[in-house]
């Protein structure tokens, strides 16, 4: 079965006033995603994640516009699309939930007919069937009587509740994939814990496959089938989770695990020494290099390809051919 959505060598560039200026954001990034799976893309800020995803629903700003490569939705070509079909799949077939509900959510607008809007566009749902499909998207983000809490307003709501209500609205056009771009930044750890559940019972219901944006690894552990580590634009390592949680193999995804917390330790944690690189301004070679503690020679003026280490396990770097090599000599020895 062809995978649902297959974005190859996508490259997402922001322009200066005139051109001068270019910022990389998102460089030659591939990956693929099957229906009912979650793919967590993770990484610093500024490392091209909400681009990438921008880049999926046609939402780039006006400063920003695809360069190259492709985004192949359900056997359709989306970055070929015009603005009027994009908008009928927008909602309809692929939904996104942003980390400020409010960014979402019109103050002057009930919960009602934000929530209705989607089933009424994409589904064609009218009069009763539409206030019915209202109640039970309430019920299944957990929205405590949903008939009341339907009338209210956005700012009669805890931040909780208004997150749910985005994560209802994305669900009422009935879409196949939902992009979830950091969705639990601002609440609390209960209320955390509480919309990644809601989040895994919508998916398990429904199918719908996932790509979950996010700083936390704990949350990628819980939520996600496979990782795509992001640096300066380009995904350095991806693969299933319990590969890259066990054995990482990129410096950088070794780094971002090994600033991990770890329950009961009272070591002190481990902080990536340096900056992440000016996008504008990118040198040769792996833009990792200034930052890390394994760098060979040739990282500072090559780039290194993908290499793959298991079917669906690639990462992007010269220390996987040097441990190729050892492991080798050493089996031969």
Partial sequence: MPPLLRVSDLQAHYFSFGGSRVVKAVDGVSFILREGETIGLVGESGCGKTTTCLSVVGLLPPAARIVGGSIEFAGEELTTKRSREMRRIRGGQIAMILQDPMASLNPLFSIYRQVAEPAYYH????SRSLRQRVKDLLRAVRIPSPDVRMREYPHQMSGGMRQRVVGAIAMAGGPKLIIADEPT???????????????????????VALIFVTHNLGIVAKMCDKMAVMYAGKIVEQGAVRDLFR???????????????????KEPLFAIPGQPPNLAQLGPGCAFHPRCAQALPQCATREPE???IAPT???????VDERAKEEYVSAIA
């Fill in 123 to 126: 589904q064609g749902m009218r």
């Fill in 185 to 207: 930044t601002n609440l609390d750890v209960t209320v955390q814990a509480q919309y990644l559940e809601v989040l895994k019972d919508i998916q398990q219901g429904s199918g």
């Fill in 247 to 265: 054995s990482p193999k990129h410096p950088y995804t070794q780094a971002l695990l090994g600033s991990m917390p770890k329950l009961g330790s």
């Fill in 306 to 308: 993908d290499r793959q």
């Fill in 313 to 319: 396990w690639t990462a992007k770097c010269w220390l």
